[in-house]
């Protein structure tokens, strides 16, 4: 995998500042995540998928990886990624991580033990591995000292739902939280602080959540899953395997769309590959991705 899609980006919207840790990334054919689905079916959106997010074969590259946000004299992630040491379903790639993950997190500054808030925007694993690490045999909290944010509805629809995926990530990743008393239960439009908040993006699970940052007249927005990858600005009724409810997961990128597209700005994929950061725009009945 090309360390390119590795590097290290940040961003700055008005006084908050911004870094992308990547943990993983996946090559995955198109089927993987939309069924009935092939990469021929593309050949009209090469010309801004290729290479960035489409390699030469037509697999999707998905990144997995954290953001890092400091605003408001506050250090927060949101999405905390795989994990390691899971054995996660899947795909081979994020199974049994071994990863310097946390002490990346240090190099940018962002030591565990200053992090104040732990935003999640749904609770599938691969969105919370990073809320505990394994210490003598038991899951502990990685930010001992943050508040986790997690969404109501999302958290009383997952604590008693089977898990589809088998990942026992309410056992690995979210009870320990819940026992050491550090979770804080929120609606979706919940505000951390003056520059951060949360807004309702339902559909890829009932209480999924993007996190929208504004300050000094600028804009970004961090998607979550309500995209995985930027081919679904062009095609925002296409099946997504992972969605829990699919119209309304339709519905809500297309409502997003029209609110952020044609304007300054800056949409963050939580799984949008290098260059990750782009800009929403028309392109005929549609819209496409800028980066």
Known sequence: MSDRLYEKL????????????????????????????????????????????????????????????????????????????????LYDEWKNLNTPFLENMTELGFGPDAIDRVMCTHLHFDHVGWNTHKVNDKWVPSFPNARYLFNKTEWEFWKDADDPYESNALEHALQPIFDADLVELVEAN????????LIPTPGHTPGHASVLIQSKGEEAVITGDMFHHPLQFAEPGWIDAADVESDRAERT???????????????????????????????????????
């Not at 996946?26 to 009935?36: E, H, Q, R, T, Y």
């Not at 919940?190 to 908040?197: A, G, K, R």
């Not at 297309?254 to 392109?283: C, W, Y």
């Open 10 to 89: 940040s961003w700055q919207v008005g006084d908050v500042s911004i870094h992308r840790l990547v943990e993983v990334v996946l090559c995955a054919p198109i089927d993987s995540l939309f069924p009935d689905r092939s990469a021929a079916e593309l050949s009209a959106y090469e010309s801004w998928l290729k290479p960035n997010y489409l390699d030469a074969d037509g697999n999707m590259h998905i990144s997995i990886h954290a953001f890092l946000i400091n605003a408001g004299g506050m250090k927060m992630i949101v999405d905390t990624c795989a994990g390691n040491g899971k054995n996660l379903p």
């Open 190 to 197: 919940h505000q951390v602080c003056d520059e951060i908040s």
């Open 253 to 291: 990128r297309i409502e997003f769309m029209q609110r952020f597209g044609n304007t300054d700005s800056t949409v963050l994929g939580t799984h949008f590959a290098t260059p990750t950061a782009g800009k929403i725009v028309s392109d005929g009945d549609g819209y496409k991705f800028e980066s």
